[in-house]
């Protein structure tokens, strides 16, 4: 069961890199969610003890070298938010969806300000606030990605 658990899961995952990577016409583009940051976070929510810090880490990395950015910047943004995530998943639990999906907005918003920042650093990019509508769109998507993530995990009994 430990093994399929995590094949299922990667499977996600995978699935999140598929879309992040799928190209969308130019006047949707900076509307995209970043989809394989919101699977993380359901992952680490719903079973803590099998997505943390090592899958964002790694999955970043991968998303680093799909993308082409800079190496460690989204495995660091990443493992800050899947950390704060994974640390207080009892409390948000509790929330309702659309409460969720606010946080959940917040955390986006923090991951972008953070990818901003490094980038500003590494690459000096100055900031347009196009950076933050990934946030809202990925807040907007949230309910029906804990939706179906939530049924994905019941059929296949992921615990």
Not at 31 to 49: C, E, G, K, N, Q
Not at 64 to 84: E, H, K, Q, R
């Amino acid at each position: 069961m430990n093994r399929s658990s995590h094949l299922l899961i990667g499977f996600s995952v995978f699935c999140a890199l598929v879309m992040a990577l799928m190209p969308l016409p130019l006047s949707v583009e900076p509307f995209r969610p970043d989809w394989v940051l919101l699977v993380l976070m359901y992952w680490s929510l719903a079973v803590p003890h099998r997505v943390n810090l090592g899958w964002a880490w790694c999955t970043g990395l991968i998303m680093d070298l799909a993308m082409g950015s800079t190496l460690g910047v989204n495995s660091l943004t990443y493992s800050v938010c899947i950390y704060i995530t994974a640390s207080n998943y009892q409390k948000i639990r509790n929330f309702s969806l659309w409460q969720q999906a606010f946080l959940i907005g917040l955390f986006l918003t923090l991951y972008h300000l953070l990818q901003f920042w490094l980038n500003h650093f590494l690459i000096d990019i100055y900031f347009n606030p196009q950076y933050l509508w990934p946030a809202g769109a990925g807040m907007v998507c949230w309910p029906w990605i804990f939706l179906l993530l939530r049924k994905y995990r019941r059929h296949f009994r992921i615990r």
